[in-house]
């Protein structure tokens, strides 16, 4: 999705390859603001000598292009080889894909009869599509149906309520992925009982998913 630090005014971003980039686990992408490094540079409880000081990431990498500490080499040349194609497929072409799965995702769900969990479309998330768990069911029961019976596995509620969440991330935002999210889920609901239009809602993700393929490509 479309992040503007600067416009925005955001001092410390921390994000992580493995979502919509692609890449590796295990790594932290952050950007700093110059008055946050003022901050940090004038505070005389910044850790140093440690793998979590900034100063120490910022005087070396930045001053003399090396790593303060052993570095994750393979991991980090896994994020580089995922950012070489982030910027090969272009970032516009790579947010818009996002957002095109997120369509077929979210008009499907609606499609089959089931509330999409935010409270507003202008407030979702074009990496993932939280949908409401039917009344009488239990989402850890949904998501254990999915995953064993259908082999397909969704996202935890992450302790906010009662939902399952498709993730639209990386290759995975591309193609009919939505769609085996969607018919997994539609089919665990109606295992355990509850009224859901399956096959409408794959119809409406389909009519969404041919109408964006025009302008969006699948993943490089």
Not at 148 to 176: E, K, W
Not at 183 to 196: E, I, P, S, T
């Amino acid at each position: 999705m479309p992040l503007q630090a600067g416009d925005w005014q955001l001092d410390v971003v921390v994000s992580a390859p493995h979502k919509c980039l692609g890449g590796p686990a295990g790594l932290s992408l952050v950007a700093v603001s110059d008055q946050a490094w003022d901050v940090i540079e004038h505070n005389p409880d910044a850790p140093r000598c440690s793998y979590l000081s900034m100063l120490d990431w910022r005087e070396r990498w930045h001053g003399k292009n090396q790593f303060p500490y052993t570095p994750f080499a393979a991991a980090i040349q896994a994020l580089a080889a995922a950012c070489e194609q982030a910027l090969e497929e272009g970032l516009e072409a790579c947010i818009a894909r996002h957002a095109a799965a997120a369509r077929a995702c979210r008009a499907g769900a609606a499609a089959m009869g089931l509330a999409l969990w935010p409270a507003t479309p202008a407030a979702a998330a074009d990496c993932v599509t939280a949908i409401e768990v039917p009344a009488g069911l239990d989402h850890e029961t949904v998501r254990r149906h999915m995953r064993d019976r259908y082999g397909v596995a969704t996202s935890p509620d992450v302790g906010v309520g009662n939902l399952i969440r498709i993730a639209h991330m990386g290759p995975a935002a591309s193609g009919l992925y939505p769609l085996a999210g969607l018919m997994a889920l539609g089919r665990a609901l109606a295992d355990l009982g509850a009224d859901v239009r399956t096959g409408d809602g794959i119809e409406a993700a389909l009519g969404s998913i041919s109408a964006d393929a025009s302008t969006v490509v699948a993943a490089p």
